[in-house]
């Protein structure tokens, strides 16, 4: 698996999709993909071609650990938006979700840790915009319901000139879903109403010939869905990292 960011550039703007896992924040149990990381991803970024303060929205499909990461990094002892002048575009039924307590037994423990270092320093600097489906941002974005995986979970989908890319989070964790759709992962908030949204999201990938970007497929992790005998097959992807 991979945790992976998007970085898309439109003629106005500027956006993140998906914020991963951060640095430097203890995540008990999860090492090694969670804890306590050091890795450049604010160095790839600038390796890319654009600085934090260039960053005009952070897109969240989901408000899990490993999806708010970077949202924050620690300045002078503090967490701190790491795009000062982004808005952040979170679920609004996620966010309440959370506020109210860990949704999740699995996520229970970490809930307020990534609450409060993740999403909190977000909030009280105002830099959040809460969402629902149908949520459009300038001309190529929309926002789509795609529940199951957690209470309010989102897809973002990019449209240009007759195609369509697919951000998709959470809603495949791994290429064998694409085999087996009704395989929902352990941290699924409602597996079953995962598995109907993951079917649904295939087919429609199916139909549009859409560019599917999972959040954790491995390598690159981009890909096209296609009927094969069977139900559906996955095509596209680079060959894994050896590491
Ligand atoms: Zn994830």
Same mark, same amino acid.
């Given at each position: 698996?991979? $945790?992976?960011s998007?970085?898309v550039r439109?003629?106005h703007h500027?956006?993140?999709?998906?914020a991963?896992?951060?640095n430097?924040?203890?995540?008990?149990?999860?090492?090694? @993909?969670f804890?306590?990381?050091?890795?450049?991803?604010?160095? +790839?970024?600038?390796?890319?071609?654009? +600085?934090?303060?260039e960053?005009?929205?952070?897109?969240c499909?989901?408000?899990?650990?490993?999806?708010?990461?970077?949202?924050t #990094?620690?300045? !002078?002892?503090?967490?701190?938006?790491?795009?000062?002048?982004?808005? #952040?575009?979170?679920?609004?039924i996620?966010?309440?979700? @959370?506020?109210?307590g860990?949704?999740?037994?699995? /996520?229970?423990t970490?809930?307020p840790?990534?609450?409060?270092?993740?999403?909190?320093?977000?909030l009280e600097?105002?830099?959040?915009?809460l969402i629902?489906?149908?949520?459009?941002l300038?001309?190529h974005?929309?926002?789509?319901s795609?529940?199951g995986?957690?209470?309010?979970? @989102?897809l973002?989908?990019?449209?240009?000139r007759?195609e369509?890319a697919?951000?998709s989070?959470?809603?495949?964790?791994?290429?064998?879903?694409?085999? #087996?759709? !009704?395989?929902?992962?352990?941290?699924? /908030? !409602?597996?079953?109403m995962?598995?109907?949204?993951?079917?649904k999201?295939?087919?429609?990938?199916?139909?549009? +010939?859409?560019?599917?970007?999972?959040?954790?497929f491995?390598? +690159?992790?981009?890909?096209?869905? $296609?009927?094969?005998? $069977?139900? /559906?097959?996955?095509q596209?992807?680079?060959?894994?990292?050896?590491?």
């Amino acid at each position: 698996m991979s $945790s992976h960011s998007w970085l898309v550039r439109t003629r106005h703007h500027t956006i993140l999709i998906e914020a991963c896992t951060g640095n430097h924040k203890s995540r008990p149990g999860g090492a090694p @993909l969670f804890d306590m990381l050091d890795r450049p991803y604010l160095d +790839r970024l600038t390796a890319a071609g654009v +600085r934090p303060e260039e960053i005009d929205y952070v897109l969240c499909t989901h408000l899990h650990a490993d999806h708010v990461g970077w949202n924050t #990094y620690l300045h !002078d002892g503090r967490w701190v938006p790491t795009f000062p002048n982004a808005k #952040y575009v979170m679920s609004k039924i996620e966010c309440e979700a @959370l506020q109210v307590g860990g949704h999740e037994a699995d /996520f229970a423990t970490w809930g307020p840790l990534f609450y409060q270092d993740s999403i909190l320093p977000v909030l009280e600097s105002r830099q959040e915009m809460l969402i629902e489906g149908g949520f459009q941002l300038g001309d190529h974005l929309v926002a789509e319901s795609t529940p199951g995986h957690s209470p309010g979970h @989102l897809l973002f989908a990019l449209r240009d000139r007759g195609e369509e890319a697919l951000f998709s989070g959470d809603i495949m964790h791994h290429p064998i879903q694409v085999y #087996y759709p !009704d395989w929902s992962s352990a941290f699924c /908030f !409602d597996p079953v109403m995962a598995a109907s949204t993951r079917r649904k999201v295939l087919e429609r990938a199916t139909e549009n +010939r859409s560019l599917l970007l999972p959040a954790h497929f491995a390598a +690159r992790g981009a890909c096209c869905i $296609s009927h094969n005998a $069977s139900g /559906f097959q996955c095509q596209g992807l680079d060959e894994p990292d050896s590491d």
